[in-house]
């Protein structure tokens, strides 16, 4: 279901072994990928461009034998992450911006994109097939670019990382940049914030 062109061609085939809460897990036949939660369920990446909003690459999925993923009860499916990709669906025109538990945020118009993201702000959408954007709630619109939202990742014109929590810019340091696996090409430039 994940990537109808397998999904072997992205990463290297590894010996199954016993998974791990926090392990990004698949099963040795089948190509959809999964994460191992903490409360011991498996949740589905639905597609490529959500794991990438997560990971930057393939090189940490660990193959575990299709016997141990069937023993995984399956949790639900993943989300994109806050402060990546924007979201669509092919049936509604609205544009929404991805915020902590999964609450969408429709960026009203165009200047407010633009003043978020700058004037590449189109780059930042992906589409979400129309099953999986019931995994999400829509919450209030944002109608002018200085309501930034909780989870961007917003850079200056110093170079500086900010993550906005409570609407609030909060600074991240290089360290916190790693550990939480930010990805720069998800800043926001910060003129409109």
Sequence with gaps: MLWSVGFSLFVAPLTAHAASAGDVIKGQTLSTLYYYGNDGKRYAFPNEKTYLSWYS??????????SQLAAIPLGGNIMQRPGSYWVKIQSDPKTYAV??????????????????????????????????????????SLTDASMA?????????????FVVQNGQKRSVSSAGFSANRFQSRFALDGSGI
């Design 149 to 161: 939202y909780n989870g961007a990742l917003v850079k200056d014109s110093t170079g500086a990382y």
């Design 57 to 66: 690459d393939f090189s940490g999925v660990q193959t575990i034998s299709d």
């Design 99 to 140: 915020t902590p538990n999964g609450v969408l945020r429709w960026i009203e118009t165009e200047s407010v994109a633009t003043g978020l993201a700058g004037s590449d702000w189109n780059q930042f959408i992906v589409d979400v097939r129309d099953v999986f954007f019931a995994d999400y709630t829509v919450g209030a």
